[in-house]
């Protein structure tokens, strides 16, 4: 993971021209994911990609902005999205996935569909550049354990297109039984940081405990929980 999250950047006019007076931009970065908030149609996100670098300061993009924009914050680096997919699709009963202190950009839902597996996130930032996704996402699942993430959302304020809950969650439980989730920190998801609901009739979401999570700067719930039924915990378990 080399994704790198700024502050300060911002397009001057509709043009491919970024600036960043804190970024440290190389010749290496051509090619890479890059989100720029509020400089896309109607004041929403630009996700587009790196074509060149001028400086350190300074890149063009391979698409212009819409929108000008300065003091925003923008995420780029290497979308690393089919490659954690993998390690956990590849997961087998009692294994775990350790992503150590690395960011990673991602640009979908990380899909969860395993038993008895831990993701170990400690020392790690996830950053979604992904317009209504949820970033953790599991189904169908018995007996998950999920800890020691930095997730980092796209924002806060529902788009002009889903303004429920944005359809965005940090980390998403459908479906799932025995599901321990904890010691997480999830920042700016439109639709709330943690989310655990049972979508389907006839399924159900059971013995879920969510515990010494911090969750800020969301634009919907906090943790919420949608049709559950029995055993569902939220705060410390001994």
């Not at 001057?12 to 970065?29: G, H, K, R, V």
């Not at 992503?99 to 979604?128: A, C, E, R």
């Not at 389907?200 to 943790?223: E, F, P, Q, W």
Request: aromatic share 6%; glycine share 12%.
């Amino acid at each position: 993971g080399d994704a790198v999250r700024g502050f300060d950047g911002g397009f001057a006019a509709a043009t491919t021209e970024f600036i960043s007076a804190t970024a440290a931009f190389t010749s290496a970065d051509v090619g890479k994911t890059f989100k720029a908030d509020g400089a896309g149609a109607a004041g929403v996100q630009l996700l587009t990609t790196i074509a060149s670098v001028d400086s350190a300061t300074t890149i063009q993009t391979t698409a212009a902005a819409s929108t000008i924009t300065s003091g925003e914050i923008f995420v780029y680096g290497t979308d690393d999205t089919v490659s954690i997919q993998a390690a956990i699709t590849a997961l087998s009963n009692n294994e775990t996935i350790k992503f150590g202190p690395h960011s990673f950009l991602v640009s979908d839902d990380l899909d969860v569909t395993k038993d008895n597996i831990v993701l170990d996130g400690t020392g790690s930032q996830l950053m979604q550049v992904g317009l209504l996704k949820k970033t953790i996402k599991l189904d169908e699942c018995d007996g998950v354990e999920i800890f020691g993430f930095k997730l980092i959302g796209t924002g806060t304020e529902p788009i002009t297109t889903s303004t429920s809950h944005n359809g965005t969650a940090g980390i998403y439980i459908g479906n799932s039984v025995t599901v321990r989730v904890h010691d997480n920190w999830l920042i700016t998801h439109a639709g709330g940081g943690i989310r655990f609901a049972t979508p389907s009739a006839g399924t159900v979401c059971r013995d879920i405990k969510i515990y010494d999570n911090l969750v800020s700067g969301v634009g919907s719930s906090l943790i919420s929980a949608l049709d559950n039924e029995f055993d569902v915990g939220i705060g410390s378990v001994d």
